[in-house]
């Protein structure tokens, strides 16, 4: 269900995704040349991921059709207690709602260089409640649980972010260095470009 949804989520934005992309691209190119600025291959990689992640996240939460019908709840655990552990609601209400914020916190806590857990928690906050407040208004639920998930998954990519640094700052200096990072992003970039292809029905041989 979860892949579907996410090939068919693709497959309705590939066309903006492509545009938004070039001329994202383009801007970003002309800026750095402008501005006389050094080009990371990886740190601009990571970039576009972040952008197509937050669009993706944009499409899944607005999209009206998840939900068969609208409401309000303000009671925290209500809807997490509902759910019996292990059964599809449980993965899919529950656990999915703190993975799709993992991403978010830890691209965010990267781009402020987050040090304090305060750092994400407020920008977590205001984030989803902003999300569940709209979604109200275009035929789903406001859900503080969901508020709350979302914040725990926040916090999760932050201590990720923090894992991973200190990891990095403790690895020879072949594994520190950008030349190191450009390359794996190249064989990441190769793979995931192949994937998003081939998810939106496009066949390049």
């Known amino acids: 269900m979860e892949w579907t949804l996410l090939k068919e989520t693709l497959k309705g934005i590939w066309p903006m995704l492509t545009i938004f992309l070039v001329v994202l691209i ?8 402008v501005n006389h600025e ?3 291959f ?6 576009l991921i972040f952008v197509i ?3 993706l996240l944009f499409q899944l939460l607005t999209n009206s059709e998840l939900n068969e019908s609208s409401g309000f709840n303000i009671v925290p655990f209500t809807e997490i207690l509902r759910y019996k552990v292990g059964s599809y609601g449980f993965y899919w209400n529950v656990i999915g709602n703190i ?3 993992i991403p978010f916190g830890y691209f965010v806590s990267s781009y ?7 750092h994400i928690l407020v ?9 569940e407040f709209v979604q109200h208004f275009i035929g789903r639920s406001f859900d503080v649980d969901d508020i709350l998930l979302n914040v725990l998954g926040a916090i999760i990519g932050f201590l990720l972010y923090i894992g991973f640094t200190a990891i990095k700052k403790h690895l020879p200096r072949m594994f520190r260095s950008d030349t190191f990072y450009n390359i794996l992003c190249v064989i990441v970039c190769i793979i995931v470009l192949i994937y998003f292809l081939k998810i939106s029905g496009i066949h390049i041989m």
């Open 99 to 101: 993975v799709m914020f």
């Open 26 to 33: 383009s801007v970003r190119i002309t800026y750095l040349k």
């Open 38 to 40: 050094k080009f990371v």
């Open 112 to 118: 402020v260089k987050a040090s304090k857990v305060s």
């Open 123 to 131: 920008i977590s906050v205001i984030t989803s409640a902003t999300v």
């Open 53 to 55: 992640y937050a669009l």
């Open 42 to 47: 990886y740190k601009e990689f990571l970039n």
